[in-house]
Nanobody, 125 residues
Framework: QVQLAESGGGLVQAGGSLRLSCAASGGTFSSTSMGWFRQAPGKEREFVAAVRGIGSATLYTDSAKGRFTISRDNAKNTLYLQMKNGSPEDRAVYYC??????????????????WGQGTQVTVSS
């Protein structure tokens, strides 16, 4: 049973930075592809970024390219999302998730088998 716990959310001014963390336990983190998703009020959960467990290839949604960086520390079983140049449109609950598939980068909520409880990010204008 994989358990995920996000932290690091909070309030940041537009243009500011924030780093989210996701601590994983159970399973084999180092070989599991992981992703970050977010859900704004009244909207569906959407893909933000993903990183492969083997090979560390990454993928970003267009709005995250150049501003967000996904990374992982397999020695600490921790996934990160570094957010820079935040905008009010980034306001959402951010979730980390573990892919159902070892090699496939998760891009849809249905690709993920385990989820954290989420952490709120608010960007003030």
């Amino acid at each position: 049973q994989v358990q995920l716990a996000e932290s690091g959310g909070g309030l940041v001014q537009a243009g500011g930075s924030l780093r989210l963390s996701c601590a994983a336990s159970g399973g084999t983190f180092s070989s599991t592809s992981m992703g970050w998703f977010r859900q704004a009020p009244g909207k569906e959960r959407e893909f933000v970024a993903a990183v492969r467990g083997i090979g560390s290839a990454t993928l970003y949604t267009d709005s995250a390219k150049g501003r967000f960086t996904i990374s992982r520390d397999n020695a600490k079983n921790t996934l990160y999302l570094q957010m820079k140049n935040g905008s009010p449109e980034d306001r959402a609950v951010y979730y980390c998730a573990a892919s159902r598939y070892t090699m496939r980068l998760p891009q849809r909520p249905g690709d993920c088998g385990y989820w954290g409880q989420g952490t709120q990010v608010t960007v003030s204008s």
